[in-house]
């Protein structure tokens, strides 16, 4: 090739790649004629052929690790047969009366802590209103210790009662489930009926809270991509984005107000359509009161009958958490040893950086993030926390931070693991504040929305399912002028899909 001229190499590569072509295609039409003839004509035998297919499906079959079905495969699918008869008003109202269980619970506990934290204040107020020279540094922190033992004393007796009795709960819904099943199959209509009398004292009704506060809210249906098209439901919701775990059961005398919402979370528990909401927690959080915590305790509200407790929960991912740091470790330092030159200067800094990197190595990097799968909030199946730092104050974030690119890496997980709608906070925030102006907020919307349509354009090589519909959520506080600022900006990114008017 390299004594021929140019214009002749060309044509010489163009005609060999034609004939490769043209010939593969020729040997194939034989094999598949060789083939398919015999089949045609009679010339072979129906039974040997069934047979050489039995024998290359069983030997497929040897290399095949089948997966046994575990208890919990066998109650979920028992659970969503039950729910779609009409026993499952019977698993709505038992589910309220473990809920009020649960609540009753909590607020004996919180109230004994409240009790307790003034006690342990007057106390403490009173030692310190002494004259110095009455009370040594010692004693005053001895108390201090004292008080602190005792709450934590009282917290662990409270939280073991309340798994005590939430795995009570679990047990006998369990249970319940499986008898609701047994008699179905069974048909027996005198006994169901007895049970029936016994557990619907109450009367159930589908209906949403009034006294809850509306939702200001907007929707679109867009069109994404040229040729290969695909249609997605965006919806911008001004809220507390905890609003969509909460759980708004209420009772008015005999009746019990249950949202139709929750409803439909149950019935779509075990399918391929599953909710998903992304929670943003700090990296370190010095706030008692942050996300995390708070979403906590909307999970401990009830009994999670599907799945372990969010504590359980949070342990393991711990566990794997401090796991995944140290395979980053040993990742990072065999790549910097190899890359860095041996001399003792980069050696250690290299030892340096490690030895710092320790003390984060129970703590995710900003970007990660992990999941929480959930049977007992309203409207959400998992939960995707995301951590991020203070830098997502800052109006100068681009398209390539760690949180943004681990929102990419949460749509990707969504698609692989059928999570239909995604619930998100498009400012990368829960809460406002003073830093955050007008300017601010039109800024950090652009840049969401044009990374987001980027990554949705993405998912046709992500997965089958894609997420059809997600939820852009901006908070509470912000003003209605500006949310619809915002709302008439997401048509300049996105292309709504146009309607066709006939007319006959």
């Not at 342990?120 to 004693?139: A, F």
């Not at 509200?301 to 740091?325: L, V, W």
Request: aromatic share 8%.
């Amino acid at each position: 090739m390299e004594c021929l001229y140019f214009f002749i190499s060309i044509e010489l590569r163009e005609s060999l790649r034609q004939f490769f072509s043209e010939q593969t295609q020729v040997y194939l039409d034989e094999e598949i004629r060789a083939y398919v003839e015999p089949i045609q004509n009679g010339q072979l035998e129906q039974d040997g052929l069934i047979d050489q297919w039995l024998k290359t499906f069983q030997e497929c079959k040897s290399y095949t690790r089948i997966q046994p079905v575990t208890d919990e495969d066998l109650f979920s699918n028992i659970y969503h047969s039950v729910l779609l008869t009409d026993r499952y008003e019977d698993l709505l109202l038992l589910e309220v009366k473990y809920q009020d269980e649960i609540k009753d619970l909590l607020n004996d506990r919180d109230k004994q802590i409240q009790e307790l934290d003034t006690k342990h204040s007057r106390e403490m107020q009173d030692v310190v209103n002494e004259p110095t020279n009455k009370y040594p540094d010692v004693y005053v922190r001895n108390v201090a210790q004292k008080h602190m033992e005792d709450k934590q004393l009282v917290e662990g007796k409270w939280n073991s009662e309340i798994i005590s009795v939430k795995e009570r709960q679990k047990q006998e819904f369990k249970n319940y489930v499986m008898q609701l099943s047994l008699q179905n199959q069974l048909n027996q209509s005198l006994q169901a009926n007895k049970i029936r009398r016994k557990r619907n004292t109450n009367s159930l009704v589908l209906s949403v809270d009034e006294s809850t506060t509306r939702r200001l809210e907007t929707s679109y249906t867009v069109q994404l991509g040229a040729q290969l098209k695909s249609m997605h439901n965006l919806r911008l919701i001004r809220c507390d984005i905890l609003e969509f775990c909460r759980l708004k059961t209420y009772k008015k005398g005999n009746q019990v107000f249950f949202e139709p919402q929750r409803l439909q979370t149950l019935m779509s528990l075990f399918s391929n359509s599953l909710s998903g909401v992304v929670l943003l927690v700090q990296k370190r959080s010095l706030l008692k009161a942050d996300m995390k915590e708070e979403f906590g305790s909307v999970c401990e509200r009830s009994t999670d009958f599907h799945f372990p407790s969010y504590e359980q929960q949070m342990a393991t991912i711990d566990d794997c958490i401090e796991q995944a740091n140290q395979q980053r470790t040993v990742t990072s330092s065999s790549s910097a040893q190899i890359s860095q030159s041996n001399s003792n200067a980069d050696l250690q800094s290299i030892n340096s950086k490690h030895s710092a990197s320790d003390e984060d190595r129970k703590l995710c990097s900003v970007g990660d993030f992990y999941v929480t799968k959930h049977s007992n909030l309203s409207e959400i199946h998992l939960a995707l926390h995301l951590v991020v730092d203070d830098s997502l104050k800052s109006s100068d974030i681009t398209s390539r931070h760690p949180t943004i690119l681990g929102l990419r890496n949460i749509l990707k997980a969504c698609c692989r693991h059928d999570v239909t709608t995604l619930t998100l906070p498009i400012l990368l925030t829960h809460e406002m504040t003073e830093e955050m102006t007008i300017a601010w907020v039109m800024k950090r919307t652009e840049l969401v929305l044009k990374c987001l349509k980027g990554f949705m354009m993405e998912m046709a090589t992500w997965g089958t399912n894609k997420c059809t519909t997600i939820q852009l959520i901006v908070p509470k506080s912000l003003l209605e002028q500006t949310f619809y600022s915002m709302a008439d900006l997401l048509p300049t990114i996105f292309r709504e899909s146009r309607t066709v008017t006939l007319n006959i």
